[in-house]
T-cell receptor, first 111, second 119 residues
């Protein structure tokens, strides 16, 4: 049973435009959510996180939105840059320490 | 400030052999995690250490998998009688969670992983 789902395996966006990556979860007990970025042959790199007590967190070009009633979160990247091309993983945790990851979305930003 | 390091970066072994994978966490991080990532999937939790003790080993798939962290720093993941299905990238992460002054949230910092191939 996949508790964290990223239904779009890939996304292609033009440089300068907004990238929106989506993530859905099923476990209402999750209270902390994170986004990681992964380049080939490297480990995931922490990008941004949000606690369940908030509905938005912003860090530079990256903003994460959380809709608890819909069990949905999204990552917005604006403006998108070619260097943002990578696989993005959504992850969640439930007052414990293990992270439950989605299957990832491959973002390609083209000039 | 070195990040999490893992050795070897690649390991090729034959079915039935024993392997050890090593993780050096970020200095001062008390929490250490092992994950496994198969092709096309996200990382899957295996085990979590807080200090020297395994706080949660619910993700270990069976008793062929074992991990230790005897001094609360370096950790070794051990796999006995390897099977072809064990082939994956094994990721290690560390976190300051639980450290005095550390974050109460669970931001984990990952190493580059060890790619294990069982022939």
């Amino acid at each position: 049973d996949q508790q964290v789902k990223q239904n779009s395996p890939s996304l292609s966006v033009q440089e300068g435009r907004i990238s929106i990556l989506n993530c859905d979860y099923t476990n209402s007990m999750f209270d902390y959510f994170l986004w990681y970025k992964k380049y080939p042959a490297e480990g995931p790199t922490f990008l941004i996180s949000i606690s369940s007590i908030k509905d938005k967190n912003e860090d530079g070009r990256f903003t994460v939105f959380l809709n608890k009633s819909a069990k949905h979160l999204s990552l917005h990247i604006v403006p998108s840059q070619p260097g943002d091309s990578a696989v993005y993983f959504c992850a969640a945790s439930e007052d414990t320490d293990k992270l439950i990851f989605g299957t990832g979305t491959r973002l390609q930003v083209f000039p | 400030g070195a990040g999490v390091s893992q050795t070897p970066s690649n390991k090729v072994t034959e079915k039935g052999k024993y392997v050890e994978l090593r993780c050096d966490p970020i200095s001062g991080h008390t929490a250490l995690y092992w994950y496994r990532q198969s092709l096309g999937q996200g990382p899957e939790f295996l085990i979590y250490f807080q200090g020297t003790g395994a706080a949660d080993d619910s993700g270990l798939p069976n008793d062929r998998f074992f991990a230790v962290r005897p001094e609360g720093s370096v950790s070794t993941l051990k796999i006995q009688r390897t099977e072809r299905g064990d082939s994956a990238v094994y990721l290690c992460a560390s976190s300051p969670k639980g450290t005095s002054g550390g974050s109460s949230y669970n931001e984990q910092f990952f190493g580059p992983g060890t790619r294990l191939t069982v022939l």
